[in-house]
Each structure stands twice: as structure tokens, then as C-alpha cells.
């Protein structure tokens, strides 16, 4: 909130709206008059935060969709006053065990953000090529035994197709040597961030969302992006740094912000949190800024 700094009667855009902590926070400090555009892809989520924001009434709208579609969305307009992205899976996919994407709780293999569309992770543990699920977890998940990893998991599969998150997780976590074993996360978890990315094809669109994203800003307005893993925070940082050297943007974090301990103490999952925040330039003498007054009908 205070690098976003929203102010009353300002036009907001929350890229990923997810169960509406960070919609509400920015609502409140834009009272009475503060609007915002909130999108999600995941409908589950989009409803639980409908229910969260209700009592904002006209002031929130929200959209399913991806934030690579901010370009397409109906009545998206220009002159926000302020956007957020906050990047990786919400606390409601981590949680629910029959969406997959845990590898604590026994749940099918799914991992899919919007569950109405696109293969799951089941599919590709279970159809790809040895040497492609090693290359898959090598590239998104930055796992240095993915070659044993996908051994492991192709030879599991020659009995019986793996099906269920704990299945994958003991497997993942076998084809580690002990020894290696990271200190402070599961075994598992570079191979499960690996396959996530892949099913939602989380990435590709990241670096120009957030390049159109500022562009949707009026001048001196501010977006911000928290990230939690390295390959979403390299992206944020040098598609931010670019539109600085560009002179159409200003970098308010030269180093990301990261959780104290009290903050990791209270919510361990914000261990990994990196939040970059960017100023767009103003406007060069002779040229006004183009705003919108209205996000359209809600979904």
C-alpha cells in the first residue's frame, strides 16, 4: 500500500485478484470514491472474492481472465491510478487438496488455475518423454536432479500411471540423494513449481502483461508485482528495468522488498516474497494522457 499509495476516488486494477486480501486493503484506502478492476482466471477464486467484496458494491468489478488478455479486456481503458500482479498460485488452489497443486495433501495430480480448460499436470507426468519431463523440471523448476527425477517417475509409471500429488512428491523426493536435500522447503517442491508453471503456461505472457500494464497507468501512476521464486522475479526486474532505460518508466525499488521475520514468523508462505514496484514516466510537453471512466458490466 505504500508504494501503490491509493487515494481516494483513484481507478485500480488488481491483475490477479485472487480472494481479494489486497483488493480490499486497496478499496478501503481509496474510499469513498476509489473503483477497481479485479481479474483472476481461476473461477473458484473469482467467487470467494465476489462474496469478500460485496460489501464495496459498485466500486468493484470483477473478471475471469489472465493478465495476458489486459490488452482485450472490454472496457479496460487507460489512466489507472495504480495496478497490482501478485504472481504464483493463491492460498485457496495451495489448500484444497483436489486442486493439485500441493504436495502435502493427497489430491489428484490437476494443478490447473482454471480447471475448466488445458491438460493437468497428470498428463504431462504421464505422457511426456523421459528427457522432456527432465528438461520441463530443469527449466521451470531449476532442479538440479531433474534427470533422476524423470527417471524415477518414468520408470514408476511403466506399472501403474501416477495419479495423486503424494505419489509424485515420494518419488521426487526419493530421486534426491538425502544429503541434497534443500534446508528449508520440501525435496518436492522445485519439480511441483516446475509442472505448474507448465500447465497454466505461466511465463510466456508475464514480461509484456506487465509492459502493457504500464502503459495503462496515467503518468506518475505506480504498478507493483510480487513474486515468489526466481524465474517471475528476473522477468519482473528486467522487463522493469527496460522500460526504465527506455525513459518510460521510474524503478521505486532499486532491491526487492522482502518479508521480515515477523511477517515469515506469522505467514511462512511469504518466505520467498519479492515485491518490485515501478512509476510511469510523465508525459513529454504537448501530449495528454487518455483515461477511462468505466470497466464495463461485472462478470
Known sequence: MALLQPGPGGRYLDATVGLGGHAEAILQASAPGGT??????????LALARQRLAPFGPRVTLVQGRYEELADLPGIGKGFDGMLFDLGSSWLQLDSAERGFSFGREGPLDMR???STGQTAADLVNRLSERDLADLIFRWGEERWSRRIAWAVVEARRRTPIRTTTELASLAAGAIPRRAWPRHIHPATRTFQALRIAVNDEL????PALEKAVTLLRPGARAAAISFHSLEDRIVKQTWRGLEVSGRARVLTKRPITPGETEVAGNPRARSAKLRAVERAPLAPGRSARGGDSFGEAA
Request: glycine share 24%; no cysteine.
Open 36 to 45: 477497481l478492476l479485479g481479474i483472476d482466471r481461476d473461477g473458484e477464486a
Open 113 to 115: 488455475m482454471d480447471r
Open 204 to 207: 510466456a505472457g508475464l514480461g
